[in-house]
T-cell receptor
């Protein structure tokens, strides 16, 4: 299995809703990432988990709450989002914290989130 | 502060010709540079990387060149094919930091 699987692919939520994005990989990668991408912009880092511990939080608002229950799974819990949070949310994994350079990061297809 | 820059938002090339995508960076601490390809509604796909201690890496039709003194790298695609049409992101990596992406260049290969 050489994929990162993200669910759901599309999500529409109201500003008072609570929802979660899920990311799964079975490549034995020990680093996992959440990126946010707005239209016509590059992916921007949100969180990094290394060996199931949060290593980087790029000053992300607390309405985004990451969770890494085990080495294969990464969640992003969403609560009280704003319309400007609408974006493509990408999950990625790598062999280790330095990125596994021969192969780079493996990205999922993303969750297209719309906040109404 | 945008540490990785791709100054050309788009590039159009004829099939069979060479595509050259450029990228500049400002942080001399980057250890590796990578190129990703992205189709709409998909995540970025890793293409090729280069260590900061090298000046060239080749993989099939793709070659990446690194000029450290100029803080510049480029991706050459030869020959270009219509299936190469996508957005290409340059990215840079420091040890114990995550990837930093450029703003992307949309490549259109005309049949």
């Amino acid at each position: 299995d050489t994929e990162v699987t993200q669910t759901p692919k599309h999500l529409v939520m109201g500003m008072t809703n609570k929802k979660s994005l899920k990311c799964e990989q079975h490549m034995g990668h020990r680093a996992m990432y959440w990126y946010k991408q707005k239209a016509k912009k590059p992916p921007e880092l949100m969180f990094v988990y290394s060996y199931e511990k949060l290593s980087i939080n790029e000053s992300v608002p607390s309405r985004f709450s990451p969770e890494c229950p085990n080495s294969s799974l990464l969640n992003l819990h969403l609560h009280a989002l704003q319309p400007e949070d609408s974006a493509l949310y990408l999950c990625a994994s790598s062999q280790d914290w330095t990125g596994g350079l021969n192969y780079g990061y493996t990205f999922g297809s993303g969750t297209r989130l719309t906040v109404v | 502060d945008q540490q990785v820059k791709q100054n050309s938002p788009s590039l159009s090339v004829q099939e069979g010709r060479i595509s050259i995508l450029n990228c500049d960076y400002t942080n001399s601490m980057f250890d590796y540079f990578l190129w990703y390809k992205k189709y709409p509604a998909e995540g970025p796909t890793f293409l090729i990387s280069i260590s900061s201690i090298k000046d060239k890496n080749e993989d099939g039709r793709f070659t990446v060149f690194l000029n450290k003194s100029a803080k510049h790298l480029s991706l050459h695609i030869v020959p270009s094919q219509p299936g190469d049409s996508a957005v290409y992101f340059c990215a840079a990596l420091r040890t114990r930091r995550a990837l930093t992406f450029g703003s992307g260049t949309r490549l259109q290969v005309q049949p």
